[in-house]
């Protein structure tokens, strides 16, 4: 009987060990500029009752609507696998009390979501996604910063220049109703040029017109009202201020008087990072402000912004522009030995290596030596040590350099002071229990 292999279902994939290098390394930018910034990391459940993002996110929304992976349990109740990071962190916030801290509360993420998107470059089922929340306060210098951060973050991973930054505003609650009327108005009588999404949205989502890339709907759209007509003086002025901030932080941006977001808790500040080339199909993140939704899902009126960004994405923007990172596991060393004696004596040994900070493989399998120094090349490994009967006897090992192809002697007491001296103490992969990881 043949059996068929598995693979992946459809838009979901593996993280094979080359790729985790860019995740780490991502991560790590993202750590450490969060941090730096008096962030701390929040981790939400990978399901919650599916109310958490139907309220939140908004019934209207193409997330809602068609993309969420919900399922009952056993008992019947309607769960969904996250399709977002900020409806989550904000269930936490009010769950877990958090307004008695300081604020502003500053929480980050870096988490997979769930989509039940057109699988497609750059777009799958399930993704990364980091992302960062500033709960409990309301100034413009906070979106501000909130987009800088973003931006320090792109820089580091030396993306920064490929994008731009769209800004826009969709003004207050209040606003936005006298928006949503004009805009009706505008398209009642337009319908025929619209499509079939747009049709819909008209009724339950006006806003997502603006932002639909439908060639018709996007001349429409050229000629629709403007959001900035529609705002009351404090929202205008808001909206100055946060331009002024991003002009003092010497960050570039795009005024976009149609990019509203998908999603229905924003209010005031939007912004997205699109690619330069290929604009909002290829958008690597975005956020804003949401200071309705804290109320909206039971807590106390809270004013908050943030951002969240694709990990996915970003990675093929860093490959596209064949940015490196490094990569900690490179093995220093290969043992190789032959005999039982020498195998007994390489057992402890490798363990020595490995608590000095020494990356260490030793084939304990029985391959002839000449098999073994070929198993060492393929694992590209610095160093090779030897350990036959004759070094067993006289109390030796050779290490053989690869590269240079190069071998020495040494006494087997002074081979890890050796092998230190020559990897480098910089090098070397030392972990102390207490101490970071990252
Ligand atoms: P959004 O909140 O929808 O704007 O998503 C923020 C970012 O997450 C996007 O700019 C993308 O980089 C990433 N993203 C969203 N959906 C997907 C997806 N289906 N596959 C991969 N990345 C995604």
Same mark, same amino acid.
């Given at each position: 009987m043949t059996v068929t292999p598995f693979q992946t279902p459809k838009g979901v994939h593996d993280i094979l060990p080359n790729d985790h290098d860019y995740y780490?390394?991502?991560?790590?930018?993202?750590?450490?500029?969060?941090?730096?910034?008096?962030?701390k990391r929040i981790s939400t459940p990978i399901f919650e009752f599916t109310d958490v993002f139907a309220r939140s996110i908004g019934d209207a929304t193409d997330i809602v609507e068609k993309e969420m992976y919900t399922f009952l349990d056993k008992k019947g109740r309607s769960l969904t696998l996250k399709p977002e990071g900020t409806a989550g962190v904000v269930r936490a916030y009010i769950e877990h009390g958090m307004k008695q801290?300081?604020?502003?509360?500053?929480?980050?993420?870096?988490?997979?979501?769930?989509?039940?998107?057109?699988?497609?470059?750059?777009?799958?089922?399930?993704?990364?996604?980091?992302?960062?929340?500033?709960?409990?306060?309301?100034?413009?210098a906070l979106d501000a910063q909130v987009i800088y951060i973003a931006n320090k973050i792109n820089e580091d991973l030396g993306i920064d220049?490929?994008?731009?930054?769209?800004?826009?505003t969709i003004g207050s609650l209040e606003d936005r109703k006298k928006y949503i009327q004009a805009l009706r108005d505008y398209y009642y009588g337009k319908e025929r040029s619209l499509c079939e999404h747009c049709v819909s949205r008209l009724e339950k989502n006006p806003l997502r017109l603006l932002d639909c890339k439908n060639e018709d709907c996007m001349i429409l759209a050229e000629l629709a009202p403007k959001m900035t007509d529609y705002l009351s003086a404090e929202s205008l002025e808001y909206y100055n201020d #946060?331009? =002024?901030?991003?002009?003092?932080? *010497?960050?570039?941006?795009?005024?976009?008087?149609?990019?509203? &977001?998908?999603?229905?808790?924003?209010?005031?500040? #939007?912004? =997205?990072?699109?690619?330069?080339? *290929?604009?909002a199909q290829n958008a690597i993140g975005g956020g804003? &402000?949401?200071?309705?939704?804290?109320?909206?899902?039971?807590?106390?009126?809270?004013?908050?912004?943030?951002?969240?960004?694709?990990?996915?994405?970003?990675i093929a923007h860093m490959k596209r522009e064949k940015i490196r990172v490094p990569c900690k596991d490179d093995i220093h060393v290969f043992v190789a030995q032959l005999g039982k004696e020498a195998k007994k004596k390489c057992l402890k040994l490798i363990d020595e290596m490995r608590e000095a900070g020494i990356r260490t493989i030793g084939a304990l399998g029985k391959g002839a030596m000449k098999d073994q120094l070929k198993l060492a090349d393929k694992f590209n490994a610095k160093y090779t040590l030897i350990l036959g009967i004759t070094e067993v006897r006289e109390g030796t090992i050779i290490i053989r350099n690869m590269q240079k192809g190069s071998q020495e002697v040494v006494k087997f007491d002074q081979v890890i002071d050796e092998l230190v001296s020559k990897i480098g103490k910089n090098n070397l992969d030392k972990y102390t229990p207490g101490e970071l990881l990252y």
């Open positions: 780490t390394y991502i991560k790590k930018v993202v750590r450490h500029r969060l941090r730096q910034a008096g962030f801290l300081p604020r502003p509360v500053e929480l980050y993420y870096i988490e997979p979501h769930f989509r039940y998107d057109r699988p497609q470059k750059g777009r799958y089922r399930q993704f990364w996604q980091f992302g960062y929340e500033m709960i409990g306060e309301l100034d413009p220049k490929l994008f731009d930054i769209q800004l826009n #946060v331009k =002024e901030y991003l002009n003092e932080l *010497e960050i570039p941006f795009t005024e976009n008087p149609r990019l509203v &977001r998908g999603l229905d808790y924003y209010s005031n500040t #939007v912004f =997205e990072f699109w690619d330069a080339k *290929e604009g804003g &402000r949401y200071d309705g939704l804290v109320e909206k899902m039971g807590g106390d009126p809270t004013p908050a912004v943030g951002f969240a960004a694709g990990i996915e994405r970003i």
